[in-house]
């Protein structure tokens, strides 16, 4: 059978753990019990101890309280099923650790993510806290609120979402369906689910230009996503005028180095001093060392002369082959696959190359490939070459250096 995100919950002593190790026999592989609980008293560690010996010999049992979201990068990429044993009580332990409510969700998001990534099946846990009487104290409230709302997260992404009632498990989500979303008055009916907007924003502040690449191979059909979701980008008219050259090729790659070898020592004529010597520190091409680079062009003659919404700004044209690049450019952060845009270059020695008509005009050419590591924030902010504008600095309103009136954005923080 084939891996699974599967969420058990219920009720206390309603059968959870009991039934989440019975699912054992559907998974084939390796067996592992993942425990938030902490043995603080005499009557946990009697619980404890039952719990092993309900499981048997044949499971492995890793004991987490705080940091579960590592053990499954560590568990999770072998085959089998791995039980996490409860995402409620992990909560709790963060909330006595002194974590706050925004804190505590980030990581929730982060454990989701994570069984959705493991190779093994996932079973996760939990309690459902809303049905009793309102807690009388505001932690155990606060308790209650933010399980509730990681409960939601969950069972919006996992494939399968069991309710355990008196022993018996009813099936409230099942393969290939999607859970309701939770009305909210507040909300755009069309809006996504909190889980799938914690992606797409992931992937929107940790997209980086890279220039160091592993030697392992990119594989087709990740590529294939990636370019899929580049051409699904908006265009003026619906012209859709790119065009991907994807280049493999070690002389064609030699050839464009060369190329960025002769603009870039121009480029650092520009430069004097620690300026000068910081630019010539900086990494600023991989084309050798990425296994696969990417020219996106722009046919402006597409559709000929007369393009809806294209008679009065021309440039659009290359604007819409930009809104390919960037989704291009996300969607390989999201399949793991960094990308680094290249342009100290010469675009006529370029066109010459690579063969490209003389209509055509590249307006990107890309490196990209498998890395290392991701930078935690842009490269040339870490070396000290530029700082990130205030985004409050930049916004106007309804005209040049205008000041807010009746509406002004709330910016997060």
């Known amino acids: 059978m084939s891996k699974k995100t ?11 753990s009991r039934y989440a190790l019975s699912l054992s026999q559907r998974f084939k592989g390796k067996k592992i019990f993942l425990a938030t609980a902490q043995a603080l008293d005499e009557e946990m560690r009697e619980r404890i101890e039952i719990h092993k010996k309900e499981r048997g010999k044949d499971w492995t049992a890793i004991e987490e309280p705080l940091d579960p979201v590592s053990a499954l990068k560590r568990e999770g990429r072998r085959e ?55 807690p009388e104290n505001k932690l155990g409230r606060d308790f209650r609120d933010i399980a509730g709302e990681a409960n939601q997260l969950a069972a919006q992404s996992f494939d399968e979402v069991t309710l355990m009632v008196s022993g018996i498990p009813v099936a409230v989500k099942r393969p290939g ?27 929107i502040y940790k997209r980086r230009d890279v220039r160091h690449f592993t030697s392992r191979a990119v594989d087709p059909a990740a ?24 280049i493999d090729d070690p002389e064609t790659k030699r050839k464009v180095k060369k190329n960025f070898q002769a603009a870039n020592s121009a480029a650092a004529l520009n430069y004097q001093g620690d300026r000068k010597k910081l630019y010539g520190s900086l990494k600023l091409e991989g084309i050798v060392e990425a296994p696969i680079n990417i ?19 021309r440039e659009t044209d290359v604007y819409s082959v930009c809104c390919a690049i960037q989704n291009l450019w996300l969607a390989a952060r999201a399949e793991g696959l960094a990308v680094g845009w290249l342009s100290i270059l010469s675009r006529e020695q370029l066109k010459r190359d690579l063969e490209i008509p003389d209509r055509v005009t590249p307006v990107a050419y890309l490196c990209i490939g498998h890395t290392e590591d991701f930078y935690e924030k842009p490269m040339l902010e870490t070396r000290g070459w530029e700082t990130r504008l205030p985004l409050s600095a930049l916004i106007y309103y309804n005209k040049w250096n205008g000041s807010p009136g009746s509406f002004s954005v709330a910016l997060p923080d």
């Open 295 to 313: 020219c996106v062009t722009c046919d402006s003659s597409r559709l000929g002369p007369h393009v809806l919404g294209r008679d009065t700004i």
């Open 177 to 203: 369906e999607e859970a309701a979303p939770a009305v909210d008055a507040g909300k755009s009916p069309h809006e996504f689910t909190e889980t799938k907007k914690q992606g797409l924003y992931e992937a």
């Open 80 to 134: 089998g099923l791995l039980i996490v044993d409860c995402l409620t009580l992990w909560i709790c332990n963060l909330m006595m650790a002194g974590w706050d409510r925004e804190s505590i969700l980030k990581r929730v998001h982060e454990l989701v993510s994570e069984c959705q990534r493991a190779h093994c099946s996932v079973a996760l846990i939990t309690n459902e806290v809303g049905a009793g009487i309102v």
């Open 223 to 246: 590529l294939g996503k990636i370019l899929h979701a580049a051409h699904h980008a908006g265009s003026v008219g619906f012209m859709q005028p790119w065009n991907f050259i994807v």
């Open 6 to 16: 599967i969420l058990v919950t219920g009720g206390c002593r309603s059968g959870k």
